[in-house]
């Protein structure tokens, strides 16, 4: 079982910033791939930003310039940077990581989301 644990979200005027943290715990061999994705309220979850274990990233237009995705691979973790933070970057934001058990290659896991708020 792997779990992800995240961290640091919260309320947040227009303008400001937030790090989001996630660590994975677990029967880790690997960890692939890891990303966010957020989902605000009526819409369908969408692709923040990702990145590889190699540290190639991947980022929504909507947030490029704005936001920053790290990892540290010798703790199991990624960060996500936001900054100059608009309103509609409010959403509930998942973690999601692809990793090896060692015995299956490709397993999938999600974080139980955190939320953000951008308001005066």
């Known amino acids: 079982q792997v779990q992800l644990v995240e961290s640091g979200g919260g309320l947040v005027q227009p303008g400001g910033s937030l790090r989001l943290s996630c660590a994975a715990s677990?029967?880790?061999?690997?960890?692939?791939?890891m990303g966010w994705y957020r989902q605000a309220p009526g819409k369908e979850r969408e692709l923040v930003a990702a990145?590889?274990?190699?540290?190639?990233?991947n980022y929504a237009d909507s947030v490029k310039g704005r936001f920053t995705i790290s990892r540290d691979n010798a703790k199991n973790t990624v960060y996500l940077q936001m900054n100059s933070l608009k309103p509609e970057d409010t959403a509930v934001y998942y973690c999601?990581?692809?990793?090896?058990?060692?015995?299956?290659?490709?397993?999938?896991?999600w974080g139980q989301g955190t939320l953000v708020t951008v308001s005066s």
């Open positions: 677990g029967s880790i061999f690997s960890i692939n791939a």
């Open positions: 990145i590889t274990s190699g540290g190639s990233t």
């Open positions: 999601n990581a692809g990793y090896s058990d060692g015995v299956l290659p490709y397993l999938e896991v």
